[in-house]
């Protein structure tokens, strides 16, 4: 992995659009080109405590997790997505970025390479619940996302990493 000095650093950050209602504090984190051919992401995760990992992809429709975060790395191809819900940005990802999401932030998949894939995982492996914005679901998910804590570490960099900076 490149040293957390050398890689770019994107903090995204939107408010709630009535559906999807994003973190109240803490910011999208876009880690770009941070992977390297030799690191497995997997084992980046675990060693940091990230756990419950999967490989697959990012679902072709807004969503949010209410009840932790989640940490996603492009292991192949790359994609558009749309972060933070539709009135957030559109954003190219491509292989050897990682996205950190907050808990409540929205994510979609809007276009993607053949290839695409990422794999993702959780803080301390925390189950993970799928919200849509509906409006009935609302009051329940906003006291979750208050509810989830700082991580203990951040995904890839461990307990100094650069996570800190940005989420406190």
Same mark, same amino acid.
């Given at each position: ?81 749309? @972060? ?5 940005? =559109? ?18 998949? @809007? ?8 794999? !993702? ?15 009935? =679901?609302?009051? =329940? ?16 960099? !461990?307990?100094? !990493? ?7």
């Amino acid at each position: 992995m490149k040293p957390s000095k050398d890689i770019a650093i994107e903090p995204l950050k939107y408010d709630d659009d009535g559906s999807i209602p994003n973190h109240p504090s803490y910011p999208l984190l876009l880690y770009k080109n941070v992977m390297t051919s030799e690191d497995d992401p997997k084992d980046v995760f675990a060693q940091n405590n990230w756990l419950g990992a999967w490989r697959g992809s990012v679902a072709p429709y807004h969503h949010y997790h209410s009840n932790s975060h989640e940490v996603l790395v492009v292991s192949s191809g790359s994609a558009l997505l749309q @972060l933070g819900g539709e009135q957030g940005a =559109e954003v190219n990802i491509q292989q050897d970025d990682t996205v950190i999401l907050p808990a409540g932030f929205g994510h979609k998949r @809007l276009e993607a390479s053949d290839d695409f894939e990422v794999i !993702g995982a959780y803080p301390n492996g925390q189950s993970y619940d799928f919200c849509y914005g509906y409006a009935d =679901e609302r009051p =329940e998910k906003l006291e979750n996302i208050k509810k989830v804590p700082l991580p203990d570490t951040d995904p890839l960099f !461990g307990e100094s !990493g650069p996570l800190f900076s940005y989420w406190s």
